[in-house]
């Protein structure tokens, strides 16, 4: 059995400018692999309805699934529905069912829905709501493609939403081995060691601390067994 | 006068696995803000030399400027090089420059300069190298692909050693008004402010303090004139 893909897109200017450093990445990247879905890619692209649209074609086509994350409030910056609709070939509205979560939020906050807030009941022709707990305001799936909000709780509650949905695979498993060696002391050995597990995915990170020089080898697969019979060669030769 | 622009490419499993979190682009994105080039996107892709390729020439078809991190390194996972190379359509091979900086280091430091520690003195023909005061192995830059080390301290030191090599535009100036009210409540005068200053890019970033909602109204441009004026506006506005 072999584990679904994924791609996140991060749409926000706010990114690229360096003004807010982005942690959705790092968050979702972490659920899937728990869930056995493979992020195979990452793009952060500028709030440009062009560019939003192209690389929602380009990672829809090529991936199990797509997350994206920013660009759904209610300000004239979010246009993220839009694009994906564009992108999916779907129609776009003010839906009922959006409309009427979100006016039952703001009768309750004793707040007007004029009409920067009805923005965010724009959802395209077929998609399913994604519930967000924190503020209201859903995010949506459309074929492959979950949109979600930018704003890190919210997101995160969303993904919590989203990813039960989803048919994952078996757990993307990994161990680590951290010796106090460099990585071109070790080389040669870890690349015949990775030869003889081509089933295992190995990778090594090297840190410094206090000077000296340390290694991480990691050792990535869906067999718990295999990952078992490599951490122990690991241990043999450098142990 | 225009503003460059720029791309980055984080090459590396380990950040889309989730177990190393990158920190590289908010690093790089605030270096190029701060000297007038824009970045505009940015990819993260696997260890996979078909994928590294294939950003690589997208990317370096499109803008000015490409960066990559991650992948230069001595072990069997680090193919940034040779990727890159592919997709420059140069030859690689081990450089004398960069053997001869190598070989001093490891003299230096008294250790063998093995097969592994030779791999990190493949260079593409023609490339220019690009210095590495941390630990010597040198990234390098080849047309508008500037390839540098995945260990941020490194990372940070080729990023400082590359900029002043480059042309950069306009310094990217921000101002940001920030204002205890929804984004809701202030959209569609804010959007009629946007409209008034086409030249200037503005963003509403939401946030939640104490169950207060709040609103970061950032203004971007390169004028300082028309920041001040868009500001002056934002104040006498929701001030």
Redesign the interface.
Known sequence: MTNPTAAML?IG??????????SN??F??????RIGI??????????VHD?IVAAVRALSARYTHVFTSGGI?????DITADAVAAAMGAKIGHRADAMALLQAHYDRAG?PF????Q??ARIPDGASLIDNPVSTAPGFSIGNVHVMAG?P?IFEAMVASVLPKLTGGPA?L?QTFKLMR????I??E??AL?AEFPDL????????TNGAHGTNL?V?GTDPGRLDQAMVKLTRLFG
């Open positions: 991060v200017d706010e990114i690229l400018s360096g003004r807010t450093r982005d990445m790092h979702l990247a972490g659920e899937l692999t493979m992020l195979r890619e990452v793009r952060v692209v500028a709030d560019d409030g209610p300000t004239h910056d707040l004029n009409e920067a807030r923005r965010m704003v709780n993307l990994s460099g990585e071109g002391e080389a040669a870890f690349a990775a995915s190995m990778g090594s990170y090297p840190f410094i990691v990535r």
